[in-house]
């Protein structure tokens, strides 16, 4: 039994990059020697065996052949004559296809120790075409490295465009499309999951709401960078600055997905792109099965970031309207990401990325006078229903005017 340390442990440990999880394979033996040293068998499609103390994985060293279409139609050989060469082989990057013995040794067949030195993202075989999946893990991966200067080899964009041309793509279910994608959103450069994505067509299939943004354009005045879709991962690029919430980085990237549905004839005017952006938020959600808080921060962003914006220009009763349809006074956690994502639409401009923007701070400052309006007092006075309600907005929208006026002096 020969036993090596492989994929993501291997590659982050030479890039001095934090190392979250140790895979292992194991090569030479058989499952039932593996259960007779304690290893505890939890692998349903290949044997992958979790350690008895570590409780870390271990799996057989395996080859796959494709048997079907999309990325669960492969069959799996695990056998002790299988070689480590052979099992980095099924690998998708030659980065991820690197393995070290327990004395430090690295068995690189594929050139990966190459590959990070050039910082490039390379399939590793023609085989990578098989699963669709790669195409969204390679996109993660440019998400994950473009700060370090990862770029996609150009022989493994042009396999990933036939991929997608063939139709590989259409194979791929919505949970893992989301699992992916929201694994994106959490690394420092979300935005190279885009651009990877639309550069080898994938885009269009997948997330066709942001890829219509794209050449659509701005009025000028407002957005020097003018194109829509540059906009979009510019806004997402100053949510990752903002905060490391993947709620606010989805709804920075969906706030203006309106603005791909405007007749041509308006522009660079998007009249009525809010609610246009949330028709279309409710059904990309609907399609990958997103999590409610996802859909919710965004819908509210997208219906009401312009609100934030001209903030300054409202009256105080629409100002208290605006922060009972944000639910502020009940979700004052997720009132906080909507006004970053409004701040990092602002700043998401060419030009305005280091500009203040006291919108956030006005918003703040009328949510806490308005959040401090007590109802007991209102309730001693035996209100109820409606005469509560009433009475209670009119106070806060008193004490909203009061500290307003005062903070202007």
């Given at each position: 039994?020969?036993?090596?340390?492989v994929?993501g442990?291997?590659?982050?440990?030479?890039?001095?990059?934090?190392?979250?999880?140790?895979?292992?394979?194991?090569?030479?033996?058989?499952?039932?020697?593996?259960?007779?040293?304690?290893f505890?068998?939890?692998?349903k499609?290949?044997?992958?065996f979790?350690?008895?103390e570590?409780?870390?994985?271990?799996a057989l060293a395996?080859?796959?052949?494709?048997?079907?279409?999309g990325?669960?139609?492969?069959s799996?050989?695990?056998?002790?004559?299988?070689?480590?060469e052979?099992d980095l082989?099924?690998?998708?990057?030659?980065?991820?296809?690197?393995?070290?013995s327990?004395?430090?040794?690295?068995?690189?067949?594929?050139?990966?120790?190459?590959?990070?030195?050039?910082?490039?993202?390379?399939?590793v075989?023609?085989?990578?075409?098989?699963?669709?999946?790669?195409i969204?893990?390679?996109?993660?991966?440019?998400?994950?490295?473009?700060?370090?200067?990862?770029t996609?080899?150009?022989?493994?964009?042009?396999l990933?465009?036939a991929?997608?041309?063939?139709g590989?793509?259409?194979?791929?279910?919505?949970?893992?499309v989301?699992?992916?994608?929201?694994?994106?959103l959490?690394?420092?450069?979300p935005q190279?999951?885009?651009?990877v994505?639309r550069t080898?067509?994938?885009l269009?299939?997948?997330?066709p709401e942001?890829?219509?943004?794209f050449?659509?354009?701005?009025?000028?005045k407002?957005?020097p960078?003018?194109?829509t879709?540059?906009?979009?991962?510019m806004?997402?690029?100053?949510?990752?600055?903002?905060?490391?919430?993947?709620c606010?980085?989805?709804?920075a990237?969906?706030?203006?997905?309106?603005?791909g549905?405007?007749?041509?004839?308006?522009?660079?005017?998007h009249?009525?792109?809010?609610?246009r952006?949330?028709?279309?938020?409710?059904?990309l959600?609907?399609?990958?099965?997103?999590?409610?808080?996802y859909?919710?921060?965004a819908?509210l962003?997208?219906?009401y970031?312009?609100?934030?914006?001209?903030?300054?220009?409202l009256?105080h009763?629409?100002?208290?309207?605006?922060?009972?349809?944000?639910d502020?006074f009940?979700?004052?956690?997720?009132?906080?990401l909507f006004?970053?994502?409004?701040?990092a639409?602002?700043?998401?401009?060419?030009?305005?990325?280091?500009q203040?923007?006291p919108q956030?701070?006005?918003m703040?400052?009328?949510?806490?006078?308005?959040?401090?309006v007590?109802?007991?007092?209102?309730l001693e006075?035996?209100?109820?229903?409606?005469?509560?309600?009433?009475?209670?907005?009119?106070?806060?929208?008193a004490?909203?005017?009061?500290?307003l006026?005062t903070?202007?002096?």
């Amino acid at each position: 039994m020969q036993i090596y340390l492989v994929g993501g442990a291997v590659r982050d440990q030479l890039l001095n990059y934090p190392v979250k999880e140790q895979d292992y394979v194991v090569v030479g033996t058989t499952p039932a020697d593996m259960l007779a040293q304690g290893f505890r068998l939890v692998g349903k499609d290949f044997p992958v065996f979790l350690h008895p103390e570590t409780q870390a994985e271990y799996a057989l060293a395996r080859t796959e052949r494709k048997i079907g279409p999309g990325y669960t139609g492969f069959s799996c050989h695990a056998a002790p004559d299988v070689t480590l060469e052979d099992d980095l082989k099924r690998r998708d990057l030659t980065i991820n296809a690197m393995a070290q013995s327990s004395d430090g040794k690295i068995t690189d067949p594929y050139n990966g120790l190459t590959d990070l030195k050039n910082k490039l993202l390379r399939h590793v075989s023609s085989a990578f075409v098989e699963d669709p999946v790669r195409i969204l893990r390679v996109a993660r991966f440019a998400a994950r490295y473009a700060h370090l200067g990862f770029t996609v080899a150009t022989e493994t964009m042009e396999l990933m465009r036939a991929m997608v041309r063939a139709g590989e793509v259409n194979a791929l279910v919505p949970e893992r499309v989301w699992q992916e994608f929201n694994r994106a959103l959490g690394e420092q450069t979300p935005q190279a999951f885009i651009n990877v994505l639309r550069t080898c067509g994938a885009l269009a299939i997948l997330f066709p709401e942001i890829d219509q943004l794209f050449g659509v354009p701005n009025p000028p005045k407002w957005h020097p960078e003018i194109d829509t879709g540059v906009h979009t991962l510019m806004v997402l690029a100053q949510a990752v600055q903002l905060n490391t919430d993947p709620c606010l980085r989805f709804a920075a990237l969906a706030h203006d997905l309106g603005k791909g549905t405007t007749p041509a004839a308006f522009w660079p005017s998007h009249p009525d792109h809010e609610e246009r952006g949330v028709i279309l938020i409710r059904e990309l959600c609907r399609r990958y099965l997103a999590p409610r808080d996802y859909q919710e921060l965004a819908i509210l962003t997208s219906r009401y970031h312009t609100h934030c914006h001209r903030v300054f220009e409202l009256k105080h009763s629409t100002l208290l309207t605006t922060l009972e349809k944000l639910d502020a006074f009940r979700r004052p956690a997720r009132f906080q990401l909507f006004l970053l994502a409004c701040e990092a639409d602002a700043r998401g401009r060419t030009g305005f990325e280091m500009q203040a923007y006291p919108q956030k701070e006005h918003m703040q400052l009328a949510f806490a006078a308005a959040q401090q309006v007590s109802i007991q007092p209102l309730l001693e006075r035996g209100l109820t229903d409606a005469a509560l309600g009433n009475a209670l907005h009119q106070a806060r929208i008193a004490a909203i005017s009061h500290i307003l006026q005062t903070v202007s002096k």
